[in-house]
């Protein structure tokens, strides 16, 4: 019983403070560019964000806005301007904004450029 209060109380611990976010964040951004000393790297990473936090100023991001619009111009392979919901929440796995078991709700609509990009924004925003 007290192992299972634990373990509730750890996973709400790491949605509070968005720790799988981070954490996927920082793989993604590692597995982008490759850097030659990992550890450094991350290390670097997590300086900027926290003055980034502290001064109000934008995270640097991996991916700049045309980055993103190709990468929702690829999952639109039919060129309809809308993506699906599972393209869409891939997408932010991808990217380190989004975890596994993270909730999403599906609207049952599909998702357009622009509601892709706010969405990612704000989340970079959220890191």
Known sequence: METRSRE??????LEKHRIKEL??????????FRPEKP????????????????????????MDNS???SMFEMMDSSNRGTISFVQYKEALKTLGLCTEDEDLED????????QFKDEVNKRIKDI
């Open 39 to 62: 550890r450094e790297y991350l290390i670097s990473l997590l300086e900027r964000l926290t003055i980034a936090k502290a001064t109000g100023v934008a995270f640097p991001f991996f």
């Open 67 to 69: 980055n993103v619009v």
């Open 107 to 114: 609207d049952g609509h599909r998702i357009t450029l622009d």
């Open 23 to 32: 954490v996927s964040y920082l793989t993604s951004a590692l597995l982008f």
């Open 8 to 13: 509730l109380q750890a996973a709400e611990y």
